[in-house]
């Protein structure tokens, strides 16, 4: 008799973008080996950098089960979509949720669901029998296709999971001015309550890309992942993912990948550093200070291109923006184009998920 797992989304996710290659150069969820070298040194057992683990985690009685077997069958939906090849039977450490996430606070979105999973996983190379489930997803092979076919020989990924504001609009079309052309990429998948909706995302950027930036050197889609929201280490995972997409530069900004101040500003671009001199990332890292509208200058800055007094800087907050447009209003200008805001509000309530 066949041993069987009905997969929840973000795990049915991960084997997808397994499958696709996203994750390359994995090949299934991480056995312990992999997964202790990641949470430990950040970088997979073979001395590839990788910082985000990316686990199976079962029940205590699918475990002992899956001691004895050899392979496990994947389900979704009641259908059976995959199969895994079952190499370890581990069980992750408290201390490991820390050392990812840097903290154990549970009111941290990430690690509120990773006490929410299994300290039991299985690992092992993992296949997707059906291929359908493929259809929505960001493909490598297609999307390094689209860039040769353009002629772009130098490609900016952009990552996100708001809507544009001034502040974003500022760092993607420095990043037009280094590179060819820009791959804006937003996330979707597990969000926290209350963050922007797929089709706020979608709206925003379909009228910047129409009525403001050169389409033609605009590439949108989405990815699809849960938001693990893990800081400093979501940030390097997030431009591995984009070399796999054919990227050669990738932008981390200010706090990227983190969520209430659970860290530092440039955290990320600190542990960017320190990881490139450990080895080679494939990618450009586009390190870029906070862009501020700066009242003086009349226009978005940032500390490195203005010397302006500090009194005349306002800040380009995203959480702001967010609260005035659930009332329905549009943000000052300075903040956020009102054509962009005007496309997010009629989307009523649905602009959340």
Request: hydrophobic content about 35%; charged content about 25%; aromatic content about 10%.
């Amino acid at each position: 008799m066949k041993l069987t797992l009905e997969l929840p989304p973000p795990a049915l996710h991960d084997l997808i973008n397994i499958e696709t290659g996203l994750f390359y150069p994995l090949k299934g969820f991480m056995t312990s080996r992999d997964y202790h070298s990641v949470v430990d040194r950040m970088t997979l057992s073979n001395g590839s950098i990788w910082t985000i683990p990316i686990t199976l985690d079962v029940s205590h009685d699918m475990f002992l089960k899956a001691a004895d077997r050899s392979r496990l069958y994947f389900t979704y939906g009641g259908r059976e979509i995959g199969v895994m090849k079952i190499e370890d039977c581990f069980r992750a450490r408290q201390s490991d949720v820390h050392k990812v996430y840097g903290t154990e606070d549970l009111r941290h979105p990430g690690v509120g669901l990773e006490a929410a999973r299994n300290e039991y996983r299985i690992g092992g190379a993992t296949t997707l029998l059906d291929r359908r489930l493929m259809r929505r997803s960001l493909l490598p092979e297609k999307t390094r296709k689209i860039f040769r076919r353009r002629g772009w020989k130098t490609i900016a990924g952009f990552q996100t999971r708001n809507p544009i504001h001034n502040a974003h609009e500022y760092i993607q079309r420095a990043c037009m001015e280094r590179c060819d052309a820009i791959f804006i990429n937003p996330t979707i998948g597990w969000k926290q309550p209350n963050d922007f909706s797929e089709q706020a995302i979608r709206a925003a950027y379909a009228t910047m890309i129409r009525d403001f930036y050169p389409a033609h050197r605009v590439h949108f889609a989405f990815i699809k992942m849960p938001t693990r929201y893990a800081g400093p280490r979501d940030a390097v995972f997030h431009a591995i993912l984009r070399r796999n997409l054919g990227c050669t530069h990738f932008v981390i900004g200010r706090d990227h990948g983190g969520v209430g101040g659970y860290y530092g500003h440039y955290e990320a671009h600190d542990l960017s550093k320190q990881l490139q001199s450990r080895g080679d990332l494939g990618i450009e890292l586009l390190l870029f200070k906070e862009p501020y509208h700066c009242l003086s200058c009349g226009m978005v800055v940032t500390e490195r291109t203005c010397g302006c007094d500090v009194k005349n800087r306002v800040l380009i907050s995203g959480g702001k923006i967010r609260k005035t447009l659930s009332l329905g209003k549009k943000p000052n200008k300075i903040l956020m184009r009102p054509e962009i805001a005007a496309s997010i509000i009629r989307l009523g309530k649905k602009m959340f998920v």
